[in-house]
């Protein structure tokens, strides 16, 4: 199903994608017509806690990791001798901001058997 959520909040890349949207996005209008100073808001919030750079180097983390085990897979099936497994994640780089995203309540006022709650940042 592809949609809102599914382009942007699926994956990291996606996640990534979305921030850069936010945060690039050159705000048009004027606050009494427009969310113009919701979106200026959210795009220095964005900026000064450096979302965009965390979130370019957790997915060239994914990526690399990704990228050592198909090499794995491919020297096992080319090459003969032994092989060097790499570590199943990498661990983010020293001072790099690690971010947690607490768990949102629930919604008493609206409940159904599709209730869905996402965190951005999780």
């Known amino acids: 199903m592809d949609g809102f959520f599914s382009t942007f909040f699926t994956d990291t890349a996606g996640k990534l994608r979305f921030l850069r949207c936010l945060v690039e996005w050159p705000c048009y209008g004027s606050s009494e017509v427009t969310f113009s100073d919701?979106?200026?808001a959210t795009s220095a919030a964005i900026q000064s806690t450096n979302y965009v750079?965390?979130?370019a180097a957790r997915l060239a983390r994914e990526i690399?990791?990704?990228e050592r085990q198909i090499l794995v897979a491919l020297?096992?099936?080319?090459q003969s001798g032994p092989t060097v497994v790499p570590a199943p994640?990498?661990?983010p780089a020293?001072?790099?901001p690690v971010f947690v995203a607490m768990?949102?309540?629930?919604?008493?006022a609206f409940s159904s058997d599709n209730d869905v709650q996402i965190s951005l940042f999780g």
Do not use: F, N
């Open 89 to 91: 994640c990498l661990a």
């Open 53 to 55: 750079e965390a979130y």
């Open 103 to 108: 768990r949102l309540p629930p919604r008493p």
């Open 38 to 40: 919701v979106e200026r």
């Open 64 to 66: 690399e990791t990704r």
């Open 75 to 78: 020297q096992e099936k080319y």
């Open 94 to 96: 020293a001072g790099e």
